[in-house]
């Protein structure tokens, strides 16, 4: 089992920056890859970026050059630093990760960014 926490959501301006953490716990080192995924409303879940365990990264089109995912192996902590924010970036941000021999993914609770005008 993998226990995901998420944080640092909230509310900014566009143009402004967050930074999103995502904590694991429990089996945290089966994980092979940990992906960031967004939800707004009325529209389907997408992924944003991901790590792979050795450090690989991708993007969404919508965020490459703006958005930086990068991984803390000795917190367990995976990061989305999100730069120049625009309206359309406004979602609830989930953090997935998984399981390296089962393939299974885990989820966490969400965090809510919102940019305004």
């Known amino acids: 089992q993998v226990q995901l926490v998420e944080s640092g959501g909230g509310l900014v301006q566009a143009g402004g920056s967050l930074r999103l953490s995502c904590a694991a716990s429990?089996?945290?080192?089966?994980?092979?890859?940990m992906e960031w995924y967004r939800q707004a409303p009325g529209k389907q879940r997408e992924l944003v970026a991901q790590?792979?365990?050795?450090?690989?990264?991708h993007y969404a089109d919508s965020v490459k050059g703006r958005f930086t995912i990068s991984l803390d192996n000795a917190k367990n902590t995976v990061y989305l630093q999100m730069n120049s924010l625009k309206q359309e970036d406004t979602a609830v941000y989930y953090c997935?990760?998984?399981?390296?021999?089962?393939?299974?993914?885990?989820w966490g609770q969400g965090t809510q960014v919102t940019v305004s005008s």
């Open positions: 790590i792979l365990s050795i450090g690989i990264t």
């Open positions: 997935n990760a998984i399981h390296l021999l089962t393939a299974r993914q885990y």
């Open positions: 429990g089996s945290s080192s089966r994980i092979s890859r």
